[in-house]
């Protein structure tokens, strides 16, 4: 069935030389200036694929997720969705429109409001975008937290009440309640514990598998990325410096921006730590200590 | 004092406890720590094992509400539990400094990084205003501060997250301490940046010999710096080996869901996580 679909072969997201410039205004001992963000960058994302950003802080990453979740409008280039251009500077972007891409944010204790109950988080997507009867708004958001990994009892619980595991997990729910296309992932997992991290990547996975999702997410941790991504776009000062898949990227980086954050990453490989400690060991006896 | 090996920092039996508003609470539970001089000790530990409070313990940072009991506390064979409140301020913040991990939080925002760095010089080592600031520019040039006589007169916001914990470093290493407690130096910062502070840090553990106790979330740091290692879990220690041993063949269960946990360790399409652990060793 679905190779009848016309438009089954185009991306659901696609960008096109896309710019973002901020103006920073000027005050009376400084002119204004331009601050060019992002600086023409394209990108495809094929339906049920992971393509993840990385950078480091300040390379524009996540202006280009705000841009992709049409949040901030990009100052130049275009913005295709399903194969169709969005420009929400001139058409504010509809209920189906919002229904299609949906966002997760990097810190879970920021992201959810702390006198909202997490049963009216997750009902408000339904309430604003759509026409669902109240009845049925509860049920599907009962149903959403049992497939997040939570329970139903928690519908009526405040978000200080759950640990930053279970507020990702809340907050992942709230994004999946309208039945997105596309996910935009903000770093979802750089305020987790480690163990809590691997919890929500799997969830992500299986998340994935189960309504066919397609993610673009937003990571500075080349573990993380390596685990979950199909393609990889590597960004530095609001350039893409390299593209690929993730076996060719992590393979053989190309860019030397790439090989630079890959010599950073700390190695936990047994051989590397051998290497070290008697590396150290050598410097400590030809060195003693003072 | 002459010995260059020995124990610097030795704990044994400690316990922290919380008085709540729900009654009392135990983040810390019988610990042993122990550093020779000159060693790096890492401990790991994910939130709410209890890894910062036992070092805060150490460098009475913890509020009125935290009860500190342990069978021993010495720092250099002195006894640190019968230490008066004068004895212990010499002690804390001239031979054991401490850094934390938001840099940016822990410099005063009013005052110039210069200012803040000159202050402990004149404060711990009685230095004249002239003779502190030109050890805070020689302090500026170890930490490799770019252009030292421009940034010491930088206010904390004008400053990167790296340059910051560089000041925070220079601060810390002012009075040539003989152990650094290091509280998630790196958590705050990017991964190129995080591999310069660990280099200087282990630059500066391995020129001025000192003790170094790293505390940490990241097992990647782990490996790239630490002699040895403990681990904790809810206040409780797992596991306490040298840092080979522990990656080659960790002992205790949680141990081997965090390595486990490590995205690149993953072998199949799912991550491990540490209650798959704890089920399989009935735990």
Same mark, same amino acid.
Do not use: C, W
């Given at each position: 069935m679905p190779d009848q679909n016309p438009a089954a072969g185009t991306p659901v997201v696609e960008g096109r030389a896309i710019v973002q410039d901020y103006r920073v205004p000027g005050s009376m001992f400084a002119k204004g200036k331009t601050v060019r963000a992002l600086n023409g960058i394209d990108f495809k994302v094929e339906k049920g694929k992971t393509l993840a950003i990385v950078g480091e802080s300040g390379s524009g990453k996540s202006t280009l997720a705000r841009i992709i979740a049409l949040i901030d409008a990009p100052s130049g280039g275009e913005l295709l969705i399903d194969g169709e251009v969005v420009d929400i500077h001139r058409h504010r972007p509809g209920p189906a429109l919002r229904s299609k891409v949906q966002m997760v944010f990097q810190n879970p204790y920021g992201s959810l409001n702390p006198r909202q109950k997490v049963g009216d988080v997750l009902m408000e997507p339904l309430i604003i975008n759509t026409k669902v009867p109240a009845a049925e708004r509860r049920e599907r958001a009962e149903a959403m937290l049992k497939k997040v990994g939570l329970q139903p009892e928690h519908f009526n619980r405040y978000p200080h009440m759950f640990s930053g595991g279970q507020r990702q997990r809340i907050a992942i729910a709230r994004a999946l309640m309208l039945n997105p296309q596309l996910l935009v992932l903000d770093e979802p997992v750089s305020a987790l514990d480690l163990s809590v991290q691997a919890q929500v990547l799997n969830l992500l996975a299986d998340l994935q598998d189960e309504f066919d999702l397609t993610y673009v997410f937003v990571s500075h941790d080349l573990s993380v990325v390596r685990y979950i991504a199909d $393609?990889?776009?590597?960004?530095?000062?609001?350039?893409?410096?390299? %593209?690929?898949?993730?076996?060719?990227?992590? *393979?053989?980086?190309?860019h030397p921006y790439t090989r630079s954050l890959f010599a950073a990453t700390p190695i936990t490989d047994v051989e590397a730590i051998r290497a070290r400690v008697a590396r150290r060991k050598a410097t400590r006896s030809a060195q003693p200590v003072a | 004092m002459t010995n260059k090996t020995g124990a610097l920092l030795t704990i044994k039996n400690l316990t922290v406890k919380f008085a709540t508003a729900t009654g009392s609470f135990t983040a810390v539970d019988g610990i042993d720590v122990h550093v020779d001089r000159g060693e790096v000790l890492a401990i790991v530990g994910e939130s709410g094992s209890g890894k910062s409070v036992s070092m805060l313990a150490v460098m009475g940072l913890l509020p009125d509400t935290a009860t500190i009991t342990a069978d021993v506390m010495t720092y250099d064979g002195r006894d640190m539990l019968k230490m008066s409140p004068a004895e212990r301020r010499k002690l804390i913040g001239r031979e054991i400094t401490m850094i934390f991990q938001e840099p940016i939080a822990s410099l005063n925002p009013s005052f110039t990084v210069g200012f803040q760095i000159e202050e402990v010089l004149r404060l711990n080592l009685g230095m004249s205003r002239r003779d502190a600031h030109q050890r805070a520019?020689?302090?500026?040039?170890?930490?490799?501060?770019?252009?030292?006589?421009?940034?010491?007169?930088?206010?904390? #916001?004008?400053?990167?997250?790296?340059?910051? %914990?560089?000041?925070?470093?220079?601060?810390?290493?002012?009075?040539?301490?003989?152990?650094?407690?290091?509280?998630?130096?790196?958590?705050?910062?990017?991964?190129?940046?995080?591999?310069?502070?660990?280099?200087?840090?282990?630059?500066?553990?391995? $020129?001025?010999?000192?003790?170094?106790?790293?505390?940490? #979330?990241?097992?990647? !740091? !782990?490996?790239?710096?630490?002699?040895? !290692?403990? !681990?904790?879990?809810?206040?409780?220690?797992?596991?306490?080996?040298?840092?080979?041993?522990?990656?080659?063949?960790?002992? #205790?269960?949680?141990?081997?869901?965090?390595?486990? *946990?490590?995205?690149? #360790?993953?072998?199949?399409?799912?991550?491990?996580?540490?209650?798959?652990?704890?089920?399989?060793?009935? *735990?």
């Amino acid at each position: 069935m679905p190779d009848q679909n016309p438009a089954a072969g185009t991306p659901v997201v696609e960008g096109r030389a896309i710019v973002q410039d901020y103006r920073v205004p000027g005050s009376m001992f400084a002119k204004g200036k331009t601050v060019r963000a992002l600086n023409g960058i394209d990108f495809k994302v094929e339906k049920g694929k992971t393509l993840a950003i990385v950078g480091e802080s300040g390379s524009g990453k996540s202006t280009l997720a705000r841009i992709i979740a049409l949040i901030d409008a990009p100052s130049g280039g275009e913005l295709l969705i399903d194969g169709e251009v969005v420009d929400i500077h001139r058409h504010r972007p509809g209920p189906a429109l919002r229904s299609k891409v949906q966002m997760v944010f990097q810190n879970p204790y920021g992201s959810l409001n702390p006198r909202q109950k997490v049963g009216d988080v997750l009902m408000e997507p339904l309430i604003i975008n759509t026409k669902v009867p109240a009845a049925e708004r509860r049920e599907r958001a009962e149903a959403m937290l049992k497939k997040v990994g939570l329970q139903p009892e928690h519908f009526n619980r405040y978000p200080h009440m759950f640990s930053g595991g279970q507020r990702q997990r809340i907050a992942i729910a709230r994004a999946l309640m309208l039945n997105p296309q596309l996910l935009v992932l903000d770093e979802p997992v750089s305020a987790l514990d480690l163990s809590v991290q691997a919890q929500v990547l799997n969830l992500l996975a299986d998340l994935q598998d189960e309504f066919d999702l397609t993610y673009v997410f937003v990571s500075h941790d080349l573990s993380v990325v390596r685990y979950i991504a199909d $393609d990889v776009m590597v960004i530095s000062k609001g350039v893409a410096v390299e %593209q690929g898949t993730r076996e060719a990227l992590f *393979a053989d980086p190309q860019h030397p921006y790439t090989r630079s954050l890959f010599a950073a990453t700390p190695i936990t490989d047994v051989e590397a730590i051998r290497a070290r400690v008697a590396r150290r060991k050598a410097t400590r006896s030809a060195q003693p200590v003072a | 004092m002459t010995n260059k090996t020995g124990a610097l920092l030795t704990i044994k039996n400690l316990t922290v406890k919380f008085a709540t508003a729900t009654g009392s609470f135990t983040a810390v539970d019988g610990i042993d720590v122990h550093v020779d001089r000159g060693e790096v000790l890492a401990i790991v530990g994910e939130s709410g094992s209890g890894k910062s409070v036992s070092m805060l313990a150490v460098m009475g940072l913890l509020p009125d509400t935290a009860t500190i009991t342990a069978d021993v506390m010495t720092y250099d064979g002195r006894d640190m539990l019968k230490m008066s409140p004068a004895e212990r301020r010499k002690l804390i913040g001239r031979e054991i400094t401490m850094i934390f991990q938001e840099p940016i939080a822990s410099l005063n925002p009013s005052f110039t990084v210069g200012f803040q760095i000159e202050e402990v010089l004149r404060l711990n080592l009685g230095m004249s205003r002239r003779d502190a600031h030109q050890r805070a520019l020689e302090l500026f040039r170890a930490v490799g501060i770019p252009e030292p006589e421009v940034k010491i007169k930088a206010y904390p #916001h004008q400053m990167s997250g790296g340059q910051s %914990q560089r000041v925070m470093i220079a601060m810390a290493i002012a009075t040539n301490p003989r152990l650094l407690i290091a509280d998630e130096p790196t958590t705050a910062l990017d991964v190129t940046i995080q591999k310069q502070i660990l280099d200087l840090l282990m630059k500066l553990q391995e $020129d001025y010999g000192m003790g170094l106790i790293l505390i940490t #979330h990241d097992m990647g !740091v !782990v490996a790239e710096t630490a002699d040895r !290692v403990v !681990v904790q879990y809810k206040g409780k220690k797992m596991e306490e080996a040298d840092v080979l041993s522990l990656f080659e063949s960790p002992q #205790h269960p949680y141990t081997r869901a965090l390595l486990s *946990a490590l995205p690149e #360790h993953a072998t199949g399409d799912r991550l491990p996580t540490v209650s798959d652990f704890f089920q399989q060793e009935g *735990a």
